[in-house]
């Protein structure tokens, strides 16, 4: 027996199948998220019941594809397999992280992100399974628990159609169940706003409030609704930061987390919450969410992009060459090499000359373009020394010339993601392209398995990763001198230094040496905001914006370094530059 349900709510039930009645053996795939973000991960949970006398084996290949209302063939794809198995008399429960496509046919009607499921068990027939979402780039990607979305889904959905444009208008959010929640950060990552309960938070595994707080200084906002004045950040095991008592909203890192008003019946402001939700993660309605700023942000002014700069086409020399093909081809070798009486020798030097061209241009291909490529990266760093993590945004972009393969395995596990780019002759992902894209990502021995349209030869691609790090680097303030000294714990050495003190005072140093100390001397708001500006202008408009936004924090420092790893990709790609802005609090 197979059922396959479109419209359960705080999960999506992809299969339910029974293998063998009589001893209850089956197999259930469940979506912990009843809607498909449009870019990042889908969290899916496998539970297996094995009642047999034999090992059961089963692998499940999934395909996140966008579909446009023509079925275009630019409609691209991801695709990742896993392997899951139970052994006889036992039962088995699997997580995964599925890696979902991002979508840049972002057409006004009819775009679908779809999530198609193959399952296969040996012994038994195979099994498929789909769920789908209509996309909107003017609305975030939330999910909430059943408690804010069983009263308040309709109302907000109603007031979402009222206030539409366009006939594309998705569900406000999609629910959850927060005793089945992935305790793996990446498997939120896609998703912008999440809403629930305090008594929804405080039933949260551990692992899955770590893996959320994880996703929230990542970018992401945490909605906590309550009804209980004695909550706080504190009692919630959120923040125990002085600046967070008595707060209803605090900044964590890239993202914030909210405490608010939860009427007694459940029901939300209709108004108040959809124009709260509407401003999105990035709280600027020009780019109101994530998804919209891959879709534009790095196809504007991306200074990574300016700084790699432009490639010419040498057309003139590629004219030459195949005018010369024509003339040598024909009348050449018609009159002089197989002239009258001598036919035959066509048979001959028709296929040398020919391939004597393809040779000399693929020579010409090869000397212009090169073998691998080059690129530039720039990496925002924030350091949260109480949790020994560093929390990782990374930028980069590539211009590849020949490339003699196209898997690569990145050196952390992380969330990767194309970004569209500009339009020209060389960029492969661009906002409503017609060419279509195919990519493979899988769990590797470190992180990420990638293969397939990531990199293309002779094309130019741009990048996002997130990443969590686990990290014991820190900057430390001694407290036993006058003026400020301040020591490193990095492995590797940091450039300038700033820090803003508690009391308002600014301070810098020129450098700062690994396992070093440095007394600091006095600076200004005025000196750091000018050469702060000079980094964060380095990444997309999106990122700067929250770069300039942790700058009023008073305790951090911002230092500037290329000596710190970056996550790593493909490897025949030369990096030209690697700038890392680190930031965090300083620890006393």
Same mark, same amino acid.
């Given at each position: 027996?197979?059922?396959?349900?479109?419209?359960?709510?705080?999960?999506?039930?992809?299969?339910?199948?029974?293998?063998?009645?009589?001893?209850?053996?089956?197999?259930?795939?469940?979506?912990?998220?009843?809607?498909?973000?449009?870019?990042?991960?889908?969290?899916?949970?496998?539970?297996?019941?094995?009642?047999?006398?034999?090992?059961?084996?089963?692998?499940?290949?999934?395909?996140?594809?966008?579909?446009?209302?023509?079925?275009?063939?630019?409609?691209?794809?991801?695709?990742?397999?896993?392997?899951?198995?139970?052994?006889?008399?036992?039962?088995?429960?699997?997580?995964?992280?599925?890696?979902?496509?991002?979508?840049f046919?972002?057409?006004?009607?009819?775009?679908?992100?779809?999530?198609?499921?193959?399952?296969?068990?040996?012994?038994f027939?195979?099994?498929?399974?789909?769920?789908?979402?209509?996309?909107?780039e003017q609305?975030?990607?939330?999910?909430?628990?059943?408690?804010i979305?069983?009263?308040?889904?309709?109302?907000?959905?109603?007031?979402?159609?009222?206030?539409?444009?366009?006939?594309?208008?998705?569900?406000?959010?999609?629910?959850?169940?927060?005793?089945?929640?992935?305790?793996?950060?990446?498997g939120?990552?896609?998703?912008?706003?999440?809403?629930?309960?305090?008594?929804?938070?405080?039933d949260?595994?551990?692992?899955?409030?770590?893996?959320?707080?994880?996703?929230?200084?990542?970018?992401?906002?945490?909605?906590?609704?309550?009804?209980?004045?004695?909550?706080?950040?504190?009692?919630?095991?959120?923040?125990?930061?002085?600046?967070?008592?008595?707060?209803?909203t605090?900044?964590?890192?890239?993202?914030?987390?909210?405490?608010?008003?939860?009427?007694?019946?459940?029901?939300?402001?209709?108004?108040?919450?959809?124009?709260?939700?509407?401003?999105?993660?990035?709280?600027?309605?020009?780019?109101?969410?994530?998804?919209?700023g891959?879709?534009?942000?790095?196809?504007r002014?991306?200074?990574?992009?300016?700084?790699?700069?432009?490639?010419?086409?040498n057309?003139?020399?590629?004219?030459?060459?195949?005018?010369?093909?024509?003339?040598?081809?024909?009348?050449?070798?018609?009159?002089?090499?197989?002239?009258?009486?001598?036919?035959h020798?066509?048979?001959?030097?028709?296929?040398?000359?020919?391939?004597?061209?393809?040779?000399l241009?693929?020579?010409?291909?090869?000397?212009?373009?090169?073998?691998?490529?080059?690129?530039?990266?720039?990496?925002?760093?924030?350091?949260?020394?109480?949790?020994?993590?560093?929390?990782?945004?990374?930028?980069?972009?590539?211009?590849?010339?020949?490339?003699?393969?196209?898997?690569?395995?990145?050196?952390e596990?992380?969330m990767?993601?194309?970004?569209?780019?500009?339009?020209?002759?060389?960029?492969?992902?661009?906002?409503n392209s017609?060419?279509?894209?195919?990519?493979?990502?899988?769990?590797?021995?470190?992180?990420?398995?990638?293969?397939?349209?990531?990199?293309?030869?002779?094309?130019?691609?741009?990048?996002?990763?997130?990443?969590?790090?686990?990290?014991?680097?820190?900057?430390?303030?001694?407290?036993q001198?006058?003026?400020?000294?301040?020591?490193?714990?990095?492995?590797?050495?940091?450039?300038?230094?700033?820090?803003?003190?508690?009391?308002?005072?600014?301070?810098?140093?020129?450098?700062?040496?690994?396992?070093?100390?440095?007394?600091?001397?006095? @600076?200004? +708001? #005025?000196?750091? *905001? !000018?050469?702060? =500006?000079?980094?964060?202008?380095? &990444?997309?408009? @999106?990122? +700067? #914006?929250?770069? *300039? !936004?942790?700058? =009023?924090e008073?305790?951090?420092? &911002?230092?500037?370094?290329?000596?710190a790893?970056?996550?790593?990709?493909?490897?025949?790609?030369?990096?030209?530059?690697?700038?890392?802005?680190?930031?965090?609090?300083?620890?006393?």
């Open positions: 027996m197979l059922l396959t349900f479109s419209n359960i709510k705080a999960q999506h039930q992809l299969i339910r199948k029974v293998y063998d009645t009589k001893t209850d053996t089956w197999v259930q795939v469940t979506a912990l998220f009843d809607t498909l973000p449009s870019y990042g991960y889908m969290p899916i949970r496998v539970e297996i019941n094995n009642a047999t006398k034999i090992d059961l084996d089963l692998s499940l290949n999934f395909t996140s594809e966008e579909q446009t209302y023509s079925r275009s063939e630019s409609d691209s794809q991801m695709g990742s397999s896993f392997k899951c198995s139970c052994a006889a008399g036992q039962r088995e429960t699997y997580d995964l992280i599925v890696p979902i496509n991002t979508l046919n972002n057409v006004t009607y009819g775009t679908n992100s779809e999530l198609n499921m193959v399952l296969k068990c040996t012994g027939e195979t099994i498929t399974a789909n769920m789908s979402k209509v996309t909107n609305w975030p990607a939330i999910i909430a628990s059943k408690a979305y069983t009263p308040n889904a309709s109302s907000i959905n109603g007031k979402s159609m009222a206030s539409s444009t366009s006939g594309n208008t998705p569900d406000f959010a999609g629910s959850f169940d927060p005793k089945n929640m992935p305790t793996d950060w990446r939120y990552m896609g998703q912008e706003i999440i809403m629930l309960t305090s008594n929804d938070w405080l949260l595994d551990p692992g899955a409030r770590t893996a959320i707080l994880d996703w929230n200084r990542l970018g992401g906002r945490l909605l906590i609704y309550t009804s209980s004045t004695s909550d706080s950040f504190a009692s919630l095991q959120i923040d125990n930061s002085e600046n967070a008592k008595g707060a209803k605090i900044s964590r890192s890239m993202g914030s987390a909210s405490l608010l008003h939860l009427p007694s019946s459940g029901r939300l402001d209709v108004d108040k919450t959809y124009n709260m939700l509407k401003r999105g993660s990035t709280g600027n309605p020009s780019s109101p969410t994530d998804y919209h891959l879709l534009y942000n790095f196809s002014n991306w200074p990574l992009h300016q700084i790699l700069g432009s490639k010419h086409f057309i003139v020399l590629f004219i030459i060459i195949l005018v010369a093909f024509g003339v040598l081809i024909g009348p050449i070798n018609l009159f002089v090499f197989a002239k009258s009486g001598k036919r020798k066509l048979f001959i030097t028709t296929p040398i000359i020919s391939l004597g061209t393809s040779a241009l693929v020579i010409l291909i090869l000397f212009q373009d090169g073998f691998g490529g080059k690129g530039h990266r720039v990496v925002l760093m924030d350091i949260q020394a109480q949790e020994n993590k560093a929390y990782i945004i990374q930028e980069q972009v590539a211009r590849t010339g020949v490339l003699m393969g196209t898997s690569f395995e990145t050196s596990p992380t990767m993601t194309p970004v569209a780019l500009s339009s020209s002759r060389w960029a492969r992902v661009v906002t017609n060419v279509s894209a195919s990519y493979v990502a899988n769990d590797g021995e470190k992180g990420l398995s990638a293969s397939g349209d990531w990199f293309q030869s002779r094309s130019v691609h741009g990048h996002l990763l997130k990443t969590v790090r686990s990290t014991r680097g820190r900057i430390e303030l001694s407290p001198t006058d003026t400020p000294m301040i020591s490193s714990t990095f492995d590797y050495d940091l450039g300038p230094i700033y820090y803003h003190a508690a009391d308002g005072s600014w301070w810098q140093a020129s450098a700062l040496a690994r396992g070093n100390s440095v007394t600091l001397t006095p @600076s200004s +708001a #005025k000196d750091f *905001k !000018k050469w702060l =500006n000079e980094q964060a202008n380095l &990444f997309s408009s @999106s990122h +700067a #914006k929250k770069i *300039k !936004k942790l700058a =009023n008073p305790g951090r420092f &911002f230092t500037l370094t290329e000596n790893p970056a996550t790593e990709t493909y490897k025949p790609i030369k990096w030209l530059s690697t700038k890392t802005l680190i930031t965090g609090k300083i620890s006393q």
